[in-house]
C-alpha cells in the first residue's frame, strides 16, 4: 500500500514502478557479480509469483536478476544418498517426478499446495526464499532436516532450511538447490485439514544415523515454523506463547498434539 498527500491508502501495483536495473547471468557466477554490482534492494526473478505480490505490498527493486538462463535449476535427481531439487523447480513439476518416491509421503504433501497456476509457475526457490509463514515448503523440508545450498557475495553456503528465516533480508542471497538426506529411509505425513489456522509435518526415520528419527514441524499462517526432534516415545510440546491471533496458544497445544498422535498411527501404518 502506498500513503497519499491526504493520508488515504493507494494498493500499489508493478505499474508503478519506477526503473530498475536488470541483469540476465548465464552462469551463478556472473549471479553472485550481480548481486555485488545490483542497487540496492536486489531482488530475483523466477516463477514471478512471489515478487508480483511483493511488488503490490510496496516493493521497489533497485535492480533485478532475472534467473531463466541459469543451467541446471530446474534438476532433480536421488544420488548419493540424497534427493537433489533445483531451485527452479516448479510444484508441478516436482510432483511430477519419480525421484520424489525416494521420500515416501512427500509428493502427496507438496502436491496439495497452491492453486493450480500456483504450482505450474511457482518455485522451489521463490516459495523458500519469500519466507511467508503461510508457505508450505518450508514445514516439509524443515521435517526432512533437507539442507539448502546458497551463493552469496561471500562464498557458498550449506544451511539447514529451517535457518533460511534468520538471513538477513538486506543481503541478497540466490538460492542454488535443497537437497534432503535418505540415510533411515524418512518417510513424511502432512496435517492440512486445519489450514490457513495450523498446519504440521511429521518425518519418521529408521535409527542408525546421525539425523532426527522423529521430526515435527508445525506453523501457521502468521507464525515462522517451530521445529521440534523428539527422542522414542516422547510427546510433541510446544513453546509457552506458541500462538497468533487466530490459534490460541493452549488450542495449538492441544491440536497438535493429536494431530502428532494420528501422523504417527499413519505413518506406522504404512
Given amino acids: 500500500m502506498e500513503a ?7 494498493a500499489t501495483t508493478q505499474a508503478g514502478l519506477e526503473p530498475f536495473d536488470l ?6 557466477e556472473d549471479a553472485v557479480k ?29 535492480s533485478l536478476i532475472w534467473l531463466d538462463r541459469l543451467p541446471g535449476r530446474g534438476e532433480i535427481a536421488v544420488e548419493h544418498g540424497r534427493l537433489t531439487l533445483g531451485a527452479g ?23 496439495r ?20 509463514p503461510r508457505y508450505e515448503l518450508s514445514i516439509l523440508l524443515s521435517a526432512l532436516s533437507a539442507r539448502a545450498t546458497l551463493a552469496t557475495a561471500s562464498g557458498r553456503r550449506d544451511v539447514p532450511v529451517e535457518s533460511l528465516w534468520d ?18 529411509a524418512p518417510r513424511l505425513d502432512y ?14 526415520r529408521d535409527p542408525g544415523h546421525d539425523l532426527p528419527a522423529c521430526r515435527a514441524v508445525v506453523a501457521t499462517e502468521y507464525l515462522q515454523p517451530f521445529v521440534a526432534d ?30 502428532f498422535t494420528r501422523q504417527m498411527e499413519r505413518l506406522a501404518a504404512r
Avoid at 115 to 121: E, G, L, P, S
Fill in 23 to 28: 541483469y540476465r547471468p548465464e552462469t551463478v
Fill in 113 to 132: 499446495i497452491a492453486t493450480v497456476r500456483i504450482r505450474r509457475h511457482a518455485t522451489l526457490g521463490g516459495n523458500l526464499m519469500a519466507r511467508r
Fill in 89 to 111: 523447480v516448479t510444484h508441478m513439476q516436482a510432483v511430477a517426478h519419480p525421484a520424489l518416491d525416494a521420500v515416501p509421503g512427500l509428493a502427496d504433501a507438496w502436491r
Fill in 191 to 204: 496435517a492440512r485439514d486445519l489450514r490457513p489456522t495450523m498446519t504440521q509435518a511429521l518425518c519418521l
Fill in 34 to 62: 550481480a548481486m555485488a554490482a545490483g542497487r540496492p534492494p536486489v531482488c530475483f526473478y523466477a516463477g514471478g509469483t512471489d515478487i508480483f505480490a511483493a511488488f503490490r505490498e510496496g516493493l521497489r527493486p533497485g
Fill in 4 to 10: 497519499r498527500p491526504d493520508a488515504s491508502l493507494l
Fill in 167 to 184: 538471513l538477513p533480508r538486506d543481503e541478497p542471497a540466490l538460492l542454488l538447490s535443497v537437497s534432503v538426506p535418505l540415510d533411515g
Fill in 230 to 259: 523428539l527422542a522414542e516415545g516422547a510427546r510433541l510440546g510446544l513453546p509457552d506463547g506458541f500462538g497468533d491471533a487466530i490459534a490460541d496458544p493452549h488450542w495449538l497445544a492441544r491440536v497438535s498434539a493429536t494431530q
